[in-house]
């Protein structure tokens, strides 16, 4: 089969080489997938820069590419819930990704059938950005009736945050490029802030919880206008000592990541909230609940360009330019 390899990290960026190898085995938890489609990511583009070795050190040849949509041609034995045939999507697991490539290998409870309704390209989107929002609102542990922040909600977190935080009975607050105003609002967002007209931080204080998708440059801002005692996780800021004991890290990885984000802790001790960083990991049933949330609205998926498995170093180089309308897609069969 053809796959995109990665022969190393490289902090500048490097191309990936297409190679003919083996089609993978599977265990007797696994299902055997024949990739139709795969979405292309920052986290790509990370992993080949070595930014995130320390989270999930990987083994060379790597296989590259973390979310897929594909057809179930074997099943392992000890695997109930899904038939051959099947059209499946998901996150690949953390520690054994390999999505860009004409099989992959994947645990049964890292895949969830596919909404009829949407097309290969437009499921490609939905994995990663819809268990990323999942899971940072089962950090926060919200309640109906409070109030979250979403940094940059016209992208595609936003996509899937807003409705989620919509099903959980949140308000949900966001702000971005006012020429998505109209989008997200119909995505359920209950007031946007134009970044361009105001700045979030003289107009916004006490806020339950703020989702952060930028990083750095914003999160002294947004702990500002979160209540004393509310969660803030971040997608962008810096890993820290709780994220590692949650993710079952080392004693000396825990210390390192302690460190590392321990300017975050202290903005959030100081009125008594919570900082949390996320790493998104695989969820089948994650997904199962993504589509329940959806059933009848149904997950806005929004896609910019599809490009060939040959052609994916012009897909990462894309990805990396910034600017994109929505996901870009590898199609592989």
Do not use: W
């Not at 000396?252 to 949390?276: E, S, T």
Request: glycine share 10%; charged share 30%; net charge neutral.
């Amino acid at each position: 089969m053809k796959a995109a390899i990665l022969k190393g990290y490289d902090k500048n960026g490097c191309d990936l080489e297409i190679r003919d190898i083996p089609v993978p085995e599977i265990s007797d938890k696994e299902v055997l997938v024949k990739i139709r489609t795969a979405g292309v990511n920052p986290l790509d583009n990370m992993i080949i820069h070595g930014e995130v070795k320390l989270i999930v050190p990987y083994a060379f040849p790597l296989v590259m590419g973390n979310e897929f949509v594909g057809v179930i041609e074997k099943t392992g034995s000890d695997v109930k819930e899904f038939s051959v045939g099947d059209r499946v999507y998901g996150r690949m697991p953390l520690k054994k990704i390999g999505a860009f490539a004409e099989y992959a290998a994947v645990d049964a409870d890292a895949i969830a059938k596919v909404p009829e309704y949407l097309s290969d390209e437009e499921a490609a989107c939905v994995p990663l950005t819809a268990l990323t929002a999942l899971q940072a609102f089962e950090l926060m542990h919200p309640k109906a009736g409070e109030t979250v922040f979403i940094s940059g909600g016209t992208g595609s977190l936003g996509a899937m945050a807003i409705p989620v935080a919509k099903s959980l009975g949140l308000t949900v607050i966001t702000n971005g490029n006012g020429s998505s105003e109209e989008r997200v609002r119909k995505l359920g967002a209950d007031r946007f802030i134009d970044y361009k007209k105001e700045d979030y931080a003289k107009v916004l204080s006490d806020v339950d919880y703020v989702l952060d998708t930028l990083g750095d440059r914003e999160l002294a801002k947004e702990f500002r206008i979160l209540k004393k005692g509310g969660s803030l996780v971040s997608l962008r800021g810096l890993p820290n000592g709780e994220f590692a004991a949650r993710s079952g890290m080392s004693f000396i990885k825990r210390m390192m990541f302690k460190m590392a984000g321990g300017k975050y802790d202290k903005m959030a001790a100081d009125r008594n909230q919570k900082y949390f960083f996320i790493f998104v990991h695989e969820d089948g049933a994650g997904l199962d609940k993504i589509s329940e949330i959806f059933k009848d609205t149904h997950i806005e998926a929004s896609v910019d360009e599809v490009f060939d498995l040959d052609d994916v170093n012009k897909a990462l180089k894309k990805v990396a330019s910034g600017g994109s309308k929505g996901k870009t897609i590898l199609k592989i069969s």
